[in-house]
């Protein structure tokens, strides 16, 4: 089966950093997605990590250690803006086009003055 | 990259009948996926719409519910039959690229 956790909610000052987790058991794996989500709106792309390690890209890292089953999505000098729902998917395997993603419970991140 | 345009955005529709949804990649793509969000929740895969055979359904939803139709490389309709308020979520169709994945605007469906 799929089982994909993350916290529920989360609260950060602006300027901050706040760390979200996402941990996975999954009956395969090839990759990791991590989706910014905002209230009414369509998923938004932030990062993908396939091999071990930190993927950064701006304010936003994503770290991902395959034998734990474990990423993280860092957000760095919160804004207010950032507040959202941030989703961790993982990608079945398969080839291209051809592979499913399941998602995560979702994070709501609050980020307060 | 992949471009999908969704359509209608929103609907609000009367229990008991059936909304049909829409969604156009401007590529062609082998697969195409349903995602349901219910209020407050994370999103949860209904089917993969493969083209040229029929979609492959998750546990818990069934084609008499959803049917999909693919007859394109490009285009995919989901349809929500005999609706009841419980199928009031916002509905999303996605493609899959190498390192991305890509959503329509989402449908927000609500059932009365």
């Known amino acids: 089966g799929q089982n994909i956790d993350q916290p529920t909610e989360m609260t950060a000052t602006e300027g901050a950093i706040v760390q979200i987790n996402c941990t996975y058991q999954?009956?395969?794996?090839?990759?990791l997605f991590w989706y910014q989500q905002h209230a009414g709106e369509a998923p938004t792309f932030l990062s993908y990590?396939?091999?071990?390690g930190l993927e950064e890209k701006g304010r936003f890292s994503s770290f991902l250690s395959r034998s734990k089953g474990y990423s993280y999505l860092l957000l760095k000098e919160l804004q207010m803006k950032d507040s959202a729902s941030y989703l961790c998917?993982?990608?079945?395997?398969?080839?291209?086009?051809?592979?499913?993603?399941?998602f995560g419970t979702g994070t709501r991140l609050q980020v307060t003055l | 990259s992949a471009v999908i345009s969704q359509k209608p955005s929103r609907d609000i529709c009367q229990r008991g009948t059936s909304l049909t949804i829409q969604c156009q990649v401007d590529?062609?793509?082998?697969?195409m996926f349903w995602y349901r969000q219910q209020p407050g929740q994370s999103l949860t895969l209904i089917a993969t719409?493969?083209?040229?055979?029929?979609?492959?359904?998750e546990s818990g939803f069934v084609i008499d519910k959803f049917p999909i139709s693919r007859p394109n490389l490009t285009f995919s309709t989901l349809t929500v039959s005999n609706m009841s308020p419980e199928d009031s979520s916002i509905y999303l169709c996605?493609?899959?690229?190498?390192?991305?994945?890509?959503f329509g605007q989402g449908t927000r469906l609500t059932v009365v």
């Open positions: 996605s493609v899959v690229g190498i390192t991305e994945a890509f």
């Open positions: 999954t009956s395969g794996f090839n990759g």
């Open positions: 990590n396939v091999l071990d």
């Open positions: 998917a993982v990608r079945a395997p398969g080839t291209g086009t051809a592979s499913k993603l399941t």
């Open positions: 590529s062609q793509v082998t697969m």
């Open positions: 719409a493969n083209q040229g055979s029929e979609a492959t359904y």
